[in-house]
């Protein structure tokens, strides 16, 4: 059976919540979403979700399990009990993530979202990233501005930062990322298949560590696709966020 490149993106996504145990997935977008979904369908039956509003529920998006109201969700972010699949518009080796503006932050050519929660989510809690995009666009050697904070800040600031900092994966359209290097820098985890080295080294703006060798994103079992593509996603949204 074909499986797509946005079913092994929405695969890789999943992953990044393997072994967190009972905490709040907080996935930005519809492939981190679906992620978190067959996760918690799956391997990680712990995984707590929720509506974005007030409510815990079920993978489904519909059966309520719980209630979640703000003090309580600020509670699980300060504590470091919420894994945070955030996007990037810029992100350096370090993980230091731009999601504000693109040039001088005193006359940026484009303005984005703004800086938003991404300091106390990268502060507080473990948070990867999700980049539908492989370019240099997105992974530069310098990031215009610094909402999401990345090892090297993070080590510089002291223990009070790096007690909850963590950067588990960078999931994007061309293969999983991780920061599992003596210096905390990007290097290549897998590629996805049909995605050579040399093609993540040309998208990607500074020197990427790709090991020789470096294993192929994993395959989804049947289940897996039966649950993307019946339960979860039968729509086929997920095909219009990555390209073939």
């Not at 979640?68 to 993980?95: F, I, N, T």
């Not at 999983?176 to 985890?189: A, G, H, K, S």
């Amino acid at each position: 059976m074909t499986v797509t490149r946005a079913e092994y993106c929405v695969l890789a996504c999943a992953e990044a919540w393997r072994g967190d145990g009972e905490v709040l997935a907080a996935p930005m977008g519809l492939v981190p979403r679906l992620g978190a979904r067959l996760a918690r369908l799956t391997f990680a039956p712990d995984l707590l979700l929720t509506d974005g509003e007030a409510l815990l529920v079920g993978a489904d998006d519909q059966t309520v399990e719980g209630w979640l109201p703000y003090r309580r969700h600020l509670a699980l972010v300060m504590g470091g009990r919420r894994h945070v699949m955030m996007g990037a518009s810029q992100l350096d080796a370090h993980g230091n993530q731009n999601i504000s503006c693109i040039g001088d932050w005193k006359q940026p050519r484009r303005q984005l979202l703004g800086v938003r929660g991404a300091p106390v989510n990268t502060l507080n809690n473990p948070t990867s990233y999700w980049v539908p995009r492989h370019s240099p666009r997105v992974f530069v050697e310098r990031v215009d501005m610094v909402c999401g904070v990345g090892y090297d800040r993070a080590a510089a600031a002291g223990p009070s930062a790096t007690r909850f900092h963590r950067i588990p994966r960078v999931v994007t359209d061309l293969a999983v990322l991780d920061f599992d290097t003596p210096d905390r820098t990007l290097r290549v985890r897998s590629l996805h298949p049909g995605v050579s080295a040399e093609r993540v080294r040309e998208a990607t703006g500074f020197p990427l560590a790709i090991a020789d060798g470096v294993p192929a994103t994993r395959e989804p079992t049947a289940e897996e696709l039966r649950l993307i593509r019946e339960v979860l996603d039968p729509a086929g949204l997920r095909e219009r966020e990555v390209r073939p």
